[in-house]
């Protein structure tokens, strides 16, 4: 296929793009996208720079700002998929705002079908193409697509415009506004496939499965198609079934169904399961007698849930899982998702040992839900409803559509396991409808999805016997208090099993050493309660907000709202590692007995009891030993192959042997998963730490803070703080800074300051002492971190209530600060890096609100 070139934008050639794909943000918007991979469509990438401006007012609709030929040469650039709060001019703009992009079509493809399809808008968004309206949507985490045919123009340059509003907000979470998604232009033929909807449902007893597939196909030419539909089943990139069917599709048809079935035989059946993830692909192909039309793909797992009195069964067997609540974004490629961002998240989570969680109050992506599937973590979709809010009504059309969209596109995923209709909207007194919609919405799902759960999570059902609890599955609840006594009343009150969809106690702190949560007596309140089955913490993460709440649940003035386990920038807290420790599958990993000289250790394994939470049947499982020598270098791995493990099951131990005769400094033993996720550690050290040293030091008024590196054998720090016979010590860290903040520090009067590192087996010797002194100065920011993404990089830092603003210095050469900029942007700004090719060198400074300048930050390098 002929793509033509213009000056503004370049398709190239048979569909294949010269844009990348880059960390911004792209909305959502109408209609169904396709589930599968189109094959033998051509997708054309409209990703990139896209024209921007925004529209405060309101106006850009009245001055016909979508006219095919206005001149947008005075506006702004935008990266696509993006965020426009990521750039630091717009990061708390809320409002309307435009997009613009240019692109030819040569005219070989006019008898083609053209598709213009958004993967996600934030939030209303309307579009119009070559200056004529398309269409609108309103949903901004789903997709969308309009059939722009009749509007292309061959051999001309066409412009599709955006006009995008992100002033829609739920709950806590950051309206992140833009194109938060990628953009593409699909062209078929006007007969095509649009969907496929595939059910595998095993028979336990017999080994074999039922697959129904209805295959969903379009024609839009004036005379009707009689055509052949070839259906594969492939597991492993091999063949298990292949059929033919013949169907003849209407003319100017939008939907003609056409519904296959087959038995799989025992053979071939594999069942989907969080440790066992096991994939098939159903690949459907559209003939018109021997020409190919469209070929889609998408993949599907074998497995069955079952509630069983108070259990909940996996493929005929009892599960008690843990999981996380995510908001999906961080502070540096905001809510775009690209996949590195998927991917960590997934990953983290995995090494959590978390098998099943509510996860996300808003719709995840496809690529999301791909690599749920992979790795297998069962999760709910949610209709967006929280709270007070007037789409809790059983004759609003909106939430009836969001359902209906989000079952239609995310049918085919083995993750899914049930349909939220919406987050604590039970409560009458704010949703006087709420009872008629809930139970509404919950018909309404299982007439769309018979095979899932379909529930609602409340924060009223555990103490309102009348709630509408009545109507779903299982009990899903939110806890913040009360843990054991509210899930004893839920299981009271309905007599269903119950999940805890959300718990925690109150925000933690964005410092990850004061990042810390009740998680083992949160947990111990709900454990050993057969009718509770599973919980999952609010939150995994971090994430951006300006939410006040009550005492205790005021965002600090950074914009980071610290529920998480881990940082914005996902740094681990403190509470990560007690996490891990409460939801790792066993309740405990000891080295019972160490024999260096004969080179050898047993390992104590105390499996979870029957009623705990988590307490799953473990196969596959395995111990991986890691020596450590002097020199930190792992000198040998011994991995041993676990027996299978039944909660209830008494604590046994494994002996394991290894060769190595080096010095040994540790030995780090990990429980891995059968897909290779550590799960749970526990490091035995032998000797304290080496000398640290001091790297940088900031003296001031109230605080001096001093920075350090950490060393590779110590857990926490501590500073040693003397004057004369008076010697004092910090509280210990697990940063790479200690302030010290003591009255008994006078301004002009010097201290002499020592670093001691920190493990199991003692402390180190004390660095190297540095003499300090507080002055008048005030303390610059402290730098969290920071991350490049292309061409920019992100600078995350603290904030005081009592900053004015924020300057920065940088450049491509140590201690040469080319550029110059003031902000009062807060938490994170971004710099855009003037030599892509080269390290980035910054450093930063506060002004206060009485308007003295703070100290710079040590220099920083960015590689």
């Not at 059946?269 to 159903?282: I, M, N, R």
């Amino acid at each position: 296929m002929n793509i033509a070139s213009s000056s503004a934008f370049h398709l190239g050639q048979s569909g294949r793009s010269i844009f990348k794909y880059m960390l911004c943000v792209v909305f959502t918007c109408f209609w169904l996208l396709p589930s599968g991979r189109a094959q033998t469509a051509e997708r054309l990438s409209l990703n990139g720079t896209w024209s921007f401006r925004i529209d405060p007012y309101g106006t850009g609709e009245k001055l016909n700002w979508f006219f095919k030929d206005l001149d947008a040469s005075n506006w702004d650039s935008m990266p696509v998929p993006g965020n426009w709060d990521l750039v630091n001019e717009y990061a708390t703009y809320a409002g309307d705002a435009w997009y613009s992009k240019r692109f030819k079509i040569d005219k070989s493809n006019a008898a083609q079908q053209f598709r213009l399809i958004f993967q996600s808008v934030y939030n209303d968004s309307k579009v119009w193409v070559n200056g004529q309206f398309v269409g609108e949507n309103h949903l901004g985490f789903l997709p969308f697509q309009f059939d722009i045919t009749r509007h292309i123009k061959f051999d001309q340059e066409n412009r599709v415009t955006v006009l995008v509003n992100n002033i829609f907000k739920r709950g806590a979470l950051w309206n992140w506004g833009g194109i938060r998604r990628p953009v593409t232009l699909e062209i078929t033929d006007p007969a095509r496939l649009e969907f496929q909807h595939i059910s595998a449902i095993p028979d336990l007893k017999k080994g074999d499965a039922k697959i129904s597939t209805k295959v969903v196909c379009s024609n839009l030419g004036a005379a009707p198609k009689n055509v052949r539909i070839g259906i594969k089943i492939k597991r492993d990139g091999k063949l298990v079934v292949e059929d033919f069917v013949q169907a003849a599709i209407p003319a100017n048809s939008n939907r003609h169904t056409v519904n296959w079935m087959h038995s799989l035989a025992k053979s071939k059946v594999a069942l989907w399961h969080f440790d066992y993830p096991v994939l098939y692909e159903s690949e459907i192909t559209l003939y018109d007698g021997n020409q190919l039309l469209h070929t889609i793909t998408d993949r599907f797992g074998i497995r069955k849930l079952e509630i069983d009195g108070i259990k909940i069964l996996l493929n005929g067997e009892s599960i008690r899982p843990v999981g996380f609540n995510i908001v999906p974004e961080d502070r540096f490629t905001g809510n775009t998702l690209p996949f590195a961002r998927i991917k960590e998240d997934v990953d983290l989570m995995k090494s959590m040992g978390i098998t099943m969680a509510r996860l996300s109050h808003v719709s995840l992506p496809k690529e999301y839900l791909d690599y749920l599937d992979e790795k297998g973590i069962m999760v709910f979709e949610e209709v967006g409803l929280w709270g007070k809010d007037n789409l809790v009504d059983p004759d609003h059309p909106l939430p009836k559509e969001w359902l209906k969209r989000i079952v239609e596109e995310k049918y085919n995923h083995p993750c899914i396991i049930g349909w939220s209709v919406g987050n604590e909207i039970g409560a009458e007194k704010n949703n006087p409808k709420a009872k008629a919609y809930i139970k509404g919405a919950i018909e309404m799902a299982k007439q769309l999805d018979s095979n899932r759960f379909s529930v609602y999570v409340s924060n009223t059902g555990q103490n309102n016997p009348n709630d509408a609890m009545m109507f779903a599955d299982i009990s899903m609840i939110n806890l913040y208090g009360g843990w054991g006594k509210w899930t004893d009343l839920a299981w009271t009150h309905h007599k269903k099993p119950v999940f805890v969809a959300e718990f925690g106690k109150e925000l933690n702190s964005e410092d990850p050493n004061l990042g810390t949560v009740p998680i083992e007596k949160m947990m111990n309140e709900m454990r050993n309660k057969e009718y509770v089955f599973g919980a999952s913490l609010w939150t995994m993460n971090d994430y951006r907000s300006k939410y006040h709440g009550n005492p205790g649940w005021v965002t600090p003035p950074s914009q980071n709202r610290p529920w998480g386990i881990v940082t914005t920038f996902r740094d681990n807290k403190r509470s990560f590692y007690a996490t891990q420790r409460e939801y790792a599958p066993v309740k405990a990993l000891i080295f019972s007995a160490i024999d260096l000289s004969q080179a050898s250790t047993t390992i104590s394994i105390e499996p979870r009891s029957k009623f705990d939470i988590p307490a799953n049947m473990l196969r596959g499982y395995s111990l991986r030993l890691s020596i450590v020598g002097k020199q930190f270098d792992t000198t040998e791995v011994r991995t041993i192959a676990l027996k299978d493990i039944s909660p209830g099951d008494a604590t046994f131990g494994v002996k394991v042997d290894w060769k190595s005769k080096v010095d040994i400094s540790l030995l780090h033993v990990a429980l891995v998963d059968p897909q290779g996720y550590a799960v749970l550690h526990e490091t035995k050290y032998f000797s304290a730490p080496s000398q640290p040293a001091i790297r940088f030091a900031n003296t001031a008024n109230t605080k001096i803070r001093i920075h350090f590196n950490h060393l590779p054998n110590a857990t926490e720090y501590m500073i040693r703080y003397k004057n004369g016979d008076s010697v004092f010590t910090t509280a210990r860290t697990i940063n790479q800074f200690i302030d010290i903040e003591d009255e008994r520090l006078k301004q002009g009067v010097e201290w002499s300051f020592q670093l001691i590192a920190l493990n199991d087996a003692g402390e180190s010797s004390p660095s190297k002492a540095w003499l300090l002194l507080k002055d008048e100065d005030e303390l610059p920011p402290h730098i969290w971190g920071q991350k490049r993404i292309g061409d920019d990089v992100f600078i995350s830092y603290s904030v005081d209530p009592f900053d004015y603003l924020y300057e920065v210095e940088y450049g491509t050469q140590s201690g040469v600060y080319t550029q110059k900029f003031a902000t009062k942007l807060v938490g994170v700004l971004r710099v855009q890096s003037p030599e892509k090719e080269k390290p980035l060198y910054f450093r930063m400074r506060v002004i206060k609100q009485w308007g003295f300048a703070s100290e710079w930050t040590e220099e920083c390098k960015v590689k």
